[in-house]
């Protein structure tokens, strides 16, 4: 919460001081798209902090949990499916403990996460398919 | 003086009698030991009269416990002991093995094995009583039979306590011995060792005498032997080790092994009429003891083209066979349940709607105090009996009422069971692909690249999978008996290392390459097991499940924060092995096992694994520590 309001801060700082001054109006729809598009950097420490990883893993896709990459939600979507999973596996978790701000900087940290390659593009899943398939 | 002659004397109980020179001797000998303790004792003001509490220990305890005591002189040679004795009885078990950690109550028996026997049965030494119980647990599951572990009074056997509540959750036979009677520590021996460990082990015993120790190690190891098979502990007195046997030096008793209970034939033949009479039957297979065991398991599943679901638990089934797994689907109207859900195996139970046969033995067992199966499978029909004894007749009866039109029948739908069967396994194999490139590196990455490396050799699975996702179950080719051992039986962790080593002992003189996918907080238990492999040179390919943590206990306590609405920072305040990193490579280094790691990067998977192969082969145990992701 700390990090998250400091960051804050430092935007509305380089607002004050020129960069985007004359424009308070534009300005704070800058820091809205910027909620909204998350912060990559701050969501890769909260997705360990808050053990994302426990269940999905570090690759957020290795686990018991749901596979999040590549992550196909907007990040609207990802925020309502976290407040409310609708299944027994995964706890909800409310903005008392994750604000919308900081899912929007977790589900930004998932979309960088590098996707699998495709099992056809693997030759050694491909043999363990076949032999498997025998 | 005076008390350290009396201390001296009652050292021992078989120094009673010896000369009173003798005894004079022996205190003078110790004196400046004895004198040092008790000045120490002395200066922390814990000693002599007027401070009240409990009874302060006398010299020889306090010399015992902080390692300054010396063997008291021999005053009487005794060339026939009556642990001779004992080592006849263990020698006609076939008994080939023995683990222990060395401990005074049983120094008699420990001594004839090194020099009546000749350490034969191999001596193997432990340092934990755990690990040297854990180890018989894995022997037993790879070859079938139990190797001997002793245990020292009290002290030893709440040590094994863990590894045998594991055993007995698991249903494997192990013959322990413990010592009591070694009254140089008073917290040593007890009145009643046994009651310890009585709630979970199937037998135990204090025999009075010699020939006593004999009739009870016959019956103990029958009673391991005997489905459904559990630890059994027999408390062997150390006067009875160290004093010299009878005049007429007792016999060697009779040893027969009893057969399994199998069921009775009407039983057989009603359940032959239920199979080949129903349209969509199913065998859910919790466990079976042998090879022959799974070989039947196949024939019956043959004939009746029906789906073989094995409880992940152990081999029941070959992984790969046509019939394995939950075939086409239908709702099943004959379920035939071997020794599954509660009866000490995995495997699924019944199913509402059909008629659920069950066969097992879990009603032979009285647990007490812990239900640490559960409770069984509710059947229609139930059937006291081991799966595996009754199979042959099983099989018999369905053969005789196979017709051409059966047959016909059978098959066709077995061809679908097969293709949905099929395309099942082909799925998981697919799944392998998922994070196949992250790191840390994923579980199912291992278990793919470990594949081209041992296809063509003869392995064995020695570890639990439940934690490493069950990747070798969906991808390799599973089909002997020891291609997987199971898990722990109780949960307990500790018991991976250990067990795994222990497999990896009953292994070695096959040649089979034995594998442990090992994961962190169990290695840490006891992780001395590492020297025992190395200093017992004990071919073993230990790779590390490394994900820095008590992953299971991370995963719920985070649920458990968010419950209760609190948040997660704090999730991994005692749940993550971190901070500093543990070096398991340096870890195995320094118990004298070759090792490479930390591994990373999932490129370097495979030629790490072939290099460790190579040396398991030519007789080498290795480590290989890989930073993985947190579950499968």
Known sequence: MLSRSLAAKEIMKKLVFGILAPASALGLLAVSALAQQGDAGRGKKMFVDYSCYACHGFSGQNGPGRRLVPMKMANVAFTAYVRSPGTNQMPSYSAKVLTDAQLADIWAYIKTLPDSPEAKDIPLVQQLKAEAGK | ?632
């Open chain 2, 1 to 632: 003086m005076a008390k350290l002659k009396n201390t001296s004397v009652g050292r021992r109980g078989f120094l009673k009698g010896a000369a009173a020179g003798a005894a004079v001797s022996a205190a003078t000998l110790v004196t400046p030991q004895l004198t040092e303790a008790q000045q120490q004792g002395a200066g922390r003001g814990g000693r002599g009269g007027g401070q009240g509490g409990a009874p302060q220990p006398d010299g020889s305890a306090i010399a015992r416990e902080d390692g300054t005591a010396r063997p008291a002189p021999v005053s009487r040679i005794v060339e026939n002991p009556g642990s001779d004795y004992m080592c006849d009885v263990i020698k006609a078990l076939g008994i080939e093995y023995v683990s222990f950690n060395p401990g005074s109550s049983f120094e008699g028996l420990h001594e004839s094995l090194i020099n009546y026997t000749k350490n034969n049965p191999e001596i193997i030494t432990c340092t934990h009583e755990e690990n040297a119980v854990a180890m018989a647990h894995g022997y037993a599951k790879a070859c079938g039979k139990p190797m001997l572990a002793l245990l020292h009074g009290t002290i030893g056997v709440q040590h094994a306590a863990m590894a045998i509540y594991n055993a007995y959750g698991d249903r494997v036979p192990i013959v322990m011995i413990a010592g009591v009677g070694d009254t140089a520590v008073p917290a040593h021996t007890a009145v009643d060792l046994g009651a310890m460990v009585r709630d979970f082990v199937k037998w135990d015993h204090q025999p009075d005498t010699l020939t006593g120790v004999g009739q009870a190690l016959i019956r103990a190891y029958k009673l391991a032997m005997t489905p459904p098979m559990a630890p059994v502990l027999v408390t062997v007195q150390a006067e009875l080790q160290m004093g010299a046997m009878p005049a007429n030096r007792p016999q060697v008793p009779k040893f027969t092994m009893p057969s399994a209970p199998s069921a009775d034939l009407a039983s057989v033949r009603q359940i032959a009429k239920d199979l080949v009479n129903a349209t969509n039957p199913r065998i859910a297979a919790g466990r079976v003891r042998t090879q022959e065991g799974m070989d039947q398991l196949v024939q019956l599943a043959d004939l009746l083209q029906c789906p073989v679901a094995g409880g992940g638990d152990r081999m029941t089934f070959p992984n790969r066979h046509p019939m394995a797994g939950n075939g086409a689907g239908g709702a099943a109207d004959v379920i035939l349940s071997l020794e599954a859900g509660g009866g000490g195996g995995g495997g699924r139970g019944g199913a509402a709607g059909g008629k659920t046969i069950v066969i097992s033995t879990a009603e032979l067992l009285a647990t007490h105090n812990y239900n640490i199966n559960g409770n069984g499978v509710n059947g229609d029909v139930y059937i006291a009996a081991d799966p595996e004894a009754t199979l042959p007749a099983l099989i018999e009866e369905v053969q005789k009422l196979m017709t051409p039109d059966k047959k016909r029948l059978f098959e066709d739908r077995g061809k679908k069971h097969a293709e949905a069967n099929r395309a099942a396994r082909a799925t998981a194999a697919e799944a392998a692909s998922v994070g196949w490139n992250a790191s840390p590196v994923s579980l199912a990455r291992i278990a793919a690249e470990l594949w081209p490396l041992i296809k063509n050799e003869d392995w064995s699975y020695v570890s639990p999978q439940n934690f490493a996702g069950n990747w070798a179950n969906r991808l390799w080719d599973m089909k002997k008996i020891y291609h997987y051992l199971g898990g722990q039986g109780a949960g307990g962790m500790g018991y991976g290392a250990p067990a795994s080593v222990g497999a990896a002992l009953a292994n070695r003189k096959n040649g089979r390459i034995s594998i442990n996918i090992q994961t962190d907080g169990d290695m840490n238990y006891s992780p001395g097991i590492l020297w025992t492999a190395a200093h017992h040179r004990i071919p073993l390919l230990s790779i590390m499940h490394n994900n820095r943590g008590y992953h299971q206990e991370v995963m719920f306590i985070a649920r458990a924060a968010s419950i209760r609405n609190r948040g997660q920072e704090n999730s991994h305040i005692g749940t993550r092995l971190i901070d500093p990193n543990i070096d398991y490579a340096m870890m195995a280094k320094a118990y004298g096992m070759y090792s490479e790691g930390p591994i990373t990067d999932p490129k370097d998977l495979a030629p790490a694994f072939k290099r460790g192969i190579e040396r398991v082969k030519k007789g080498e145990p290795v480590m290989i520590d890989v930073v993985t992701q947190p579950r499968g």
